[in-house]
């Protein structure tokens, strides 16, 4: 990317990377929040060094400690943070597991719609005429319906299964990174550079992917974050339902299902801890998001 | 405008046709219904006849042209489980659905359009940051969990309000409704508020957004410069500015509300269509999929019309720029 002029300070000799950084980390909430995110996802990487148990080890379960409280001390001797659930499971231990399968499957759902909906977005806004007309018009259509319509209709003609819940979360997030990528497309084609580099005859694949695209980048990369976000909700809310991935696979949003019934009886924890991680992790990725938003918008900057 | 109209519903009924071939395929091809509705033991002839009468043996597009010349005589099907009309046992349920969507949208909009002024006017005071830390927080929640915690706080430590169901209902023109007792208000204060939440924050970042921008604008300046009463410049001249956009945001997101239903109605055992989405995914009760689906996206593709016809009504470049386009 072109160095901008007129950045916020002026540092010059500073590479571009190490100036976004120093504006990102500018404002503390958002500095709080990269923090809190970056423990997250450690803990989620590293979740079978951190946890106490291997949640998912019958071997290592004690039916005895069922449903026990926060604090709560174990058959065995150890203690259970955060009590456990009605398999007498550490849920401190099933956050951390519940947590890697949540990221995964956002981080993989999202990974695969950006591709898609890069590509579909930038032979719409590079190709033109009729087929930007299509893609465009499928794209309004289907963000004209809210993401849990079309997930369910997805999950209802697709069936259940982890891959399927992926399929319709790539679904629902291709048209909006579609949208971001071709408006940006048709701005930045515009430009000197583009018709710099289309008078050195070069081939219109190398134009569109060496300098159109990293041109693209910077609504995308935040479009991209508050959709991470997004897909760990929608999962959660899928499994939860019962129509998300399958107890094989117990991300965040099946832990919380699991401690439903037991919440009534006043027994809290099953379902309010894990409900604490999603929304942690949530708000911090939102919180990321945000400052992305104004550090990368060139609008903001004086 | 006529010729707008008609291309604009054309458009839409495309649509409506498009999404019933897909939904209609979809749920039609997958799994095998006859493994789950009919009896593992019944004889090879009694199966057969239960295939022929629920129209199973046929090829698909035969089925779907029955299903369509059905749909458009308002027949949808038999729901295979509870063996009555898939479309009657959706329309019975949309009541319910529709009193807790109207609920929770009137909570958005009677708290939502104060709070966002109040923020929009004084963006650096306490209560102003206040009020979008709390709507930040509003669209961070998953509603579903909020909906467990609402249940966890006020029905089970404080014991005020019940958690699940519609309580005695009460007929109004022969529709049963909740908010004509005092019992059925208590059973729809947990589940509106928690599917308020999200389109609280909604408007209340898009009213003082709205707000913020009107104040800098000259008819304000000159509206304080002609002496007027601070409250009749707010309430007058920044409110009705700021409401067309607002009014727009409100009609497209009651479709929303309704799909979203799905979600509350799940926590509190709302007898509404959203519940019977669910129950009917999990038992593979297609019929009464389809009809659901079709009912909802019937609902959308009507919402959004009826918005992009008073839309360009209001601001006549939207019909300029569709017809260019």
């Known amino acids: ?302 | 405008m006529l010729v707008y109209i008609i291309r604009r519903s054309l458009q839409s009924l495309l649509v409506l046709v498009a999404m019933s071939l897909l939904v209609f395929a979809g749920v039609y091809a997958i799994g095998n219904p006859v493994d789950i509705l009919i009896n593992p033991q019944a004889e090879q002839l009694e199966r057969e006849r239960a295939i022929a009468e629920l129209g199973l043996d046929r090829p698909l597009h035969e089925q779907y042209v029955t299903f369509i010349r059905g749909a458009l005589s308002g027949d949808l099907g038999r729901s295979f489980v509870h063996s009555a009309p898939a479309l009657g046992m959706i329309l019975e349920r949309m009541p319910a659905t529709l009193e807790l969507a109207t609920a929770a949208m009137l909570i958005a909009v009677l708290l939502g359009i104060p709070l966002g002024l109040w923020a929009g006017l004084k963006p650096d005071s306490a209560g102003g940051r206040a009020i979008m830390a709390g709507s930040i927080l509003g669209f961070s929640l998953p509603t579903f969990w909020v909906g467990l915690m609402l249940i966890m706080v006020f029905s089970v430590m404080l014991g005020w309000l019940p958690s699940n169901g519609r309580g005695p209902t009460s007929e109004l023109l022969g529709v049963p409704v909740s908010f004509l007792s005092l019992e059925g208000w208590r059973h729809l204060a947990l589940p509106a508020t928690n599917l308020a939440l999200f389109k609280l924050a909604l408007l209340i970042r898009l009213t003082r957004a709205g707000t913020r921008e009107a104040l800098l604008q000259d008819y304000v300046k000159f509206a304080r410069a002609k002496g007027l009463s601070n409250a009749r410049v707010i309430l007058v001249h920044v409110l009705r500015n700021i409401l067309i956009p607002i009014v727009t945001v409100i009609g497209l997101e009651f479709g929303s509300v309704i799909a979203f239903a799905i979600v509350t109605e799940s926590v509190f055992a709302w007898p509404g269509m959203g519940k019977l989405l669910i129950d009917s995914i999990n038992t593979l009760d297609r019929p009464v999929i389809v009809a659901y689906l079709l009912v909802i996206v019937a609902i959308f593709i009507v919402i959004n019309l009826v918005v992009d016809i008073l839309y360009s009504v209001l601001d006549p470049r939207v019909r300029l720029g569709e017809a260019k386009g």
């Open chain 1, 1 to 302: 990317m072109s160095a901008p002029t007129g950045m916020r300070h002026d540092r010059a000799g500073e590479s571009p990377a190490a100036r976004l950084a120093a504006d990102f980390l500018a404002n503390p909430v958002a500095a709080f929040g990269l923090v809190l995110l970056g423990c997250i996802v450690l803990l989620a990487l590293f979740a079978p060094l951190v946890s106490p148990q291997d949640p998912y080890d019958l071997a290592q379960l004690d039916i005895v400690d069922a449903r026990l409280p926060p604090g709560s001390t174990s058959a065995s001797g150890g203690t259970y943070w955060l009590g456990t659930d009605d398999q007498g499971r550490d849920m401190l231990s099933a956050i951390f597991y519940g947590l890697r399968i949540s990221l995964a499957v956002g981080a993989a759902s999202t990974l695969l719609a950006l591709v898609i909906g890069l590509t579909f977005g930038l032979i719409a806004a590079y190709l033109g005429g009729r087929i930007e007309s299509l893609i465009m018009r499928i794209v309004d259509i289907q963000l004209s319906f809210p993401a849990i319509l079309i997930a369910l209709i997805l999950i209802a003609v697709l069936g259940q299964g982890t891959g399927k819940v992926i399929a319709a979360l790539v679904t629902i997030q291709w048209a909006y990174y579609a949208r971001t990528v071709r408006g940006a497309a048709l701005v930045e084609r515009r430009k000197e550079y583009v018709e710099a580099a289309r008078c050195l005859a070069l081939p219109p694949l190398r134009i569109v992917f060496r300098h159109l695209l990293p041109n693209c980048l910077p609504p995308l990369i935040v479009v991209a974050t508050v959709q991470v976000a997004a897909a760990i909700a929608l999962e959660a809310t899928l499994s939860f339902l019962g129509l998300g991935l399958p107890i094989t696979e117990p991300s965040l949003g099946l832990l919380i299902a699991n401690g439903y019934q037991y919440l009534l009886s006043g027994k809290y924890w099953i379902s309010f801890f894990p409900g604490i991680a999603l929304l942690l992790t949530i708000v911090s990725i939102n919180l990321v998001a945000d400052q992305l938003r104004d550090v990368l918008n060139p609008r903001l900057q004086r």
